[in-house]
Structure formats: C-alpha cells, structure tokens
C-alpha cells in the first residue's frame, strides 16, 4: 500500500514537476514572441515616420523650389567626360586617418586615365569659387564639413566637370564612367523605401560634364538654401534637391531610370569587417564590385585573421539605436504630435517648438519631428 502511494506520489510529483516546466517554456516563449512584435511593429512605425518626415520635406521643397526647376533640359553640348576625379579632406592628406588614406591611395593607384585632386582647405580656391557666406558660416561653425562637401561636389562639378568620389570610397580596380545623359552615379537594387535616395543615386559618387544644366539647377537650390537658412532641413539635404529634380524635370529622371545597376555589394566590404578573412569571398565580391563605401567614423583596429574588423562597441550602438528608435516612435504614437502652425513650428499643449534638430525634450516627454528651418518669434 505505501510502495503503491509512493509510486503514484512520485507520478504527481513529476506530473507538477512537468507542468510547472511547460508552463515556464510557455511563458518564456510568449514573453519573446511580445517583445519580437512589439519592436517589430514599432520599427514598422518608425519606418511610417520616416516617410512622413520625407513626404512633408518633399512638400516644403516643392512649394519653395519647384518653379527653379524646368520641365526638361536642353541637350548637353559635350558628353564626353574627362574632368578630373575630386576627392575632398579640408585638413589635407597628412591628417587623414587611417582608413582615408588607405582609401584614398586605392583611388590613385587604379585611376589611369584623368589625374586625382585633393581638395583642402588650401587649394579650394583654385579650382572652384563658393560664396563668401559659406565660407563665413563654415569658420563660424553653422555649417559642417559634410555639407560644405555637398555644396563644393556641385559647384564642381557643374564648373568643372568630372567625378566626384568621398573620401571613404575603396577602389580595387579600374573603373570605366559611360557617357551620361546628364550625370552617372551608382546605383543598385534593394527594397528600402525609407531613405531619400532610395538608392537611385549616391551622392559619394557622382560623374558629370562641365556645364551640365542639371548640376547647374542643383547649385541654384543649394545656394538661394543657404542664403535664406542657417540650419540645414534634413542631414540629407543634398538628396531632397535631387528628388525634387527628379520628380519635376523628364529628362534628369529618364536619365536616373536608364542609369544601370551596378556595386551589388557597395556597402558588403563594411559589414565584413569583423569577420574571419575569406579570400574566396573577398575575391568573389571584388569581380562583381570594384567600388565600396567604408566608414572612418568607426573604430578600427587590426589583427592578424580579420580585413580590418571594427569594435564590438560600433555593433552594440548600432542595437541600441534601432531600440532607442523604437522608443521614440512610440512616444511620439502616444503624445501625438500632430498641430502644425506652419513648416517647422509645432504646438504641443500650447508649447511652441521651433528646435532645430532631430528630437525635441520636453521634461521626460521625447518628441520626434523633421528639421524645418523657422523663421519667426
């Protein structure tokens, strides 16, 4: 009789033991599966953010810009482009980092066919004339060096003719630019949606005659921009003026659609940084790509197994702006940031914000809006 209690005792001991381990598994497998769709569902909002944001730039540009921008162009008198290549770094070559010089001689060493220039702060103005006022607000610190190099890419571009390649471009072999309707950049597939660009175009590699109308309309926008603000409306401001461009003139977009695919792997050399060298791959990678885009901004270091891996730190902030975002698309779903009194002024329970910048604070409340330029008390 106790043998039988025993036996059956142990059973429901382990019956509750099982249970209890289910019930555990389960709750552990829910509990992932809630925080998988929450931030799957709140990186889907930031993505709506994000078009939003582009959607009510494109709107401000449109009504400020678009009678600059003619229907077509006329045909380009000269297409054949043999201007030199540009390559901007205001210190000049002996404050380079690193990763810039490495990128810089592979520019050298595989361009045969038309000299390479580097830009500086010292020889600037040899080649091309800016404005005084950018200059002023460069030295006064309102305007980066970042932007500097888009409004000088332009400007060269338009008067000089060429290619324009950022300093952060590693070439691996020579490389050929066909004859454009009215500019060549790179351009390749891929399904985002949520940048400006959308990869029609990149702005680190441009190619065009002298005397381009296309270039000339660019450097018209960029230009009556910085007279009339002193903050820049989006990081990418560049590529809002080729949109619009593109969206409003027949011949820069037939120009844009019929441009090739090409660097399937531009950004593919970046996130193999860290990883275990594989000659193999590397050689694959190369044949089907010459140019690609790095980053000085990371931090580098060598070792004996790897390309050039990056630190741990760099990939952790990369998660960690993903969920910051996350965050901020749901604080911004809650407070419901949605009375606009005119392009860049915002009412949130009476408070005006006219911020520059990327989020506003309000207590421990953070709101999320585009960087409108504002004018006005």
């Not at 038309?114 to 080649?127: C, Y």
Request: net charge positive.
């Amino acid at each position: 009789m106790y043998r039988t209690i025993r036996l059956y005792g142990s059973k429901i001991i382990n019956i509750v033991r099982l249970s209890s381990f289910l019930r555990i598994r389960t709750l552990c497998v829910l509990f992932i599966q809630l925080i998988r769709d929450f931030f799957n569902f709140h990186f889907k909002e930031c993505c709506f953010f994000e078009n939003q944001k582009i959607d009510s730039i494109r709107r401000w540009m449109d009504e400020h810009y678009c009678d600059m921008v003619p229907a077509t162009f006329p045909s380009l008198q000269e297409k054949s482009n043999n201007g030199p290549v540009w390559i901007f770094w205001y210190q000049g070559e002996s404050a380079m980092p690193e990763i810039v010089k490495i990128c810089y001689n592979s520019i050298v060493s595989n361009i045969h066919d038309r000299p390479v220039h580097l830009l500086t702060k010292d020889n600037i103005a040899s080649h091309v004339t800016l404005p005084n006022y950018i200059y002023d607000r460069l030295n006064r610190g309102e305007l980066s060096y970042t932007h500097f190099s888009d409004i000088l890419r332009i400007c060269l571009l338009f008067n000089k003719g060429g290619i324009w390649m950022d300093s952060t471009l590693l070439i691996t072999d020579s490389i050929s630019i066909p004859a454009p309707d009215y500019f060549h950049s790179i351009k390749i597939v891929t399904g985002s949606n949520t940048t400006i660009s959308a990869y029609r175009w990149a702005t680190f590699f441009l190619a065009s005659t002298h005397d381009n109308p296309a270039f000339g309309t660019i450097q018209s926008i960029f230009l009556k921009y910085l007279q009339e603000y002193n903050k820049m409306i989006d990081y990418l401001l560049i590529d809002y003026i080729f949109d619009l461009i593109y969206r409003k003139n027949d011949s820069f977009r037939k120009s844009v659609d019929t441009m090739p695919y090409t660097s399937p792997y531009l950004h593919q050399l970046l996130s193999e940084m860290n990883q275990p060298y594989n000659e193999e791959k590397f050689d694959r990678i190369k044949r089907e790509t010459t140019v690609f885009k790095l980053n000085h901004r990371l931090s580098y270091y060598e070792t004996a197994d790897c390309i050039w891996p990056y630190s741990l730190s760099q990939r952790f902030s990369r998660y960690y702006a993903w969920f910051y975002t996350a965050w901020i698309a749901h604080n911004v779903r809650k407070i419901g940031l949605h009375t606009e009194v005119e392009p860049g002024l915002y009412l949130v329970n009476g408070k005006k914000y006219i911020e520059i910048g990327d989020y506003c604070l309000n207590g421990k409340k953070t709101l999320y809006r585009p960087q409108f330029p504002y004018h006005g008390s």
